[in-house]
Nanobody, 124 residues
Framework: QVQLVESGGGLVQAGGSLRLSCAASGRTFSSYAMGWFRQAPGKEREFLAVIMRSGRVTRHADSVKGRFAISRDNAKNTVYLQMNSLKPEDTAVYYC?????????????????WGQGTQVTVSS
């Protein structure tokens, strides 16, 4: 069982940056691939980035590649999402998720555990 708690969301102007954090409970954090997703009102949940258990390999969605970066600190049981050059269309609730199957999953149904989400609002 893993419990995930996101933080770091808020209101930012277009062009600004935010760093989201996702703290995980339990001793087996390093056993999970960790992903970030977002969901805007009226839209489906969108994959953003995933990082392998070791942290050595990552994958980012084309929509955020070059602007967002996922990282993790297994000693702190935390995964991060650094978001730069934010745009109004990045406004959404951002979720972290954990997947015990490994690899670099990009589909939401693969993930077993989810955080409650943190709101990111980008003003123009």
């Amino acid at each position: 069982q893993v419990q995930l708690v996101e933080s770091g969301g808020g209101l930012v102007q277009a062009g600004g940056s935010l760093r989201l954090s996702c703290a995980a409970s339990g001793r087996t954090f390093s056993s999970y691939a960790m992903g970030w997703f977002r969901q805007a009102p009226g839209k489906e949940r969108e994959f953003l980035a995933v990082i392998m258990r070791s942290g050595r390999v990552t994958r980012h969605a084309d929509s955020v590649k070059g602007r967002f970066a996922i990282s993790r600190d297994n000693a702190k049981n935390t995964v991060y999402l650094q978001m730069n050059s934010l745009k109004p269309e990045d406004t959404a609730v951002y979720y972290c998720a954990a997947d015990s199957e490994g690899g670099l999953p990009t589909t939401s149904y693969t993930y077993e555990y989810w955080g409650q989400g943190t709101q990111v609002t980008v003003s123009s």
